[in-house]
């Protein structure tokens, strides 16, 4: 019978190994789908100026992306999408976080004043692998 738990065991380590590929998979393409967006908006949209039309736009590509796509696209959520290609301008910076983080984990850095702190508290996720519920400390 040890011979089955090894087998049990060794098959069950595979079976989590792949689970946490496609999370990290996963986590790494929404994080730089929404760098893009955020991205995408701030530099092409509103030339990174914060006119009025361009609130009505984001309001606008919001809806028709919620309507489309789901909640994810909220207008609070673009907005947090904006947020963050602002604070990462160069998505090279945060990529090294990206399959250990998930997108709440980001919304988690925003509000952070300086890029450090920023990169301590990835840094810290990345190796606690820590629950954004858990909040920052």
Same mark, same amino acid.
């Given at each position: 019978?040890?011979? $089955?738990?090894?087998?049990?065991?060794?098959?069950? $380590?595979?079976? $989590?190994?792949?689970?946490?590929?496609?999370?990290? @998979?996963?986590? @790494? *393409?929404l994080?730089?789908?929404f760098?893009?967006?955020?991205?995408?908006?701030?530099?092409?949209?509103?030339?990174?100026?914060?006119?009025?039309?361009?609130?009505?736009?984001?309001?606008?590509?919001?809806t028709?992306? &919620?309507?489309?796509?789901?909640?994810?696209? =909220?207008?609070?959520?673009?907005r947090?999408?904006?947020? #963050? =290609?602002e604070? #990462?301008p160069?998505?090279?910076?945060?990529?090294?976080?990206?399959?250990?983080? *998930?997108?709440?984990?980001?919304?988690?850095l925003?509000p952070?004043? &300086?890029?450090?702190?920023?990169?301590?508290?990835?840094?810290?996720?990345?190796?606690?692998? &820590? =629950?954004k519920?858990?909040?920052? &400390?």
């Open positions: 019978m040890i011979i $089955e738990k090894t087998l049990v065991d060794e098959l069950s $380590e595979l079976i $989590e190994h792949s689970q946490n590929s496609v999370v990290n @998979y996963a986590n @790494y *393409s994080i730089r789908l760098w893009q967006i955020g991205q995408r908006i701030n530099s092409e949209i509103l030339n990174q100026e914060r006119a009025a039309y361009g609130k009505q736009i984001v309001s606008t590509v919001s028709q992306l &919620t309507e489309r796509f789901g909640r994810n696209f =909220s207008l609070r959520n673009v947090r999408m904006m947020q #963050f =290609s604070q #990462f160069d998505f090279s910076e945060i990529q090294p976080f990206c399959t250990k983080l *998930s997108w709440s984990h980001c919304v988690e925003l952070l004043r &300086t890029k450090e702190a920023k990169f301590f508290y990835a840094n810290l996720v990345c190796s606690q692998r &820590t =629950s519920h858990q909040g920052i &400390t």
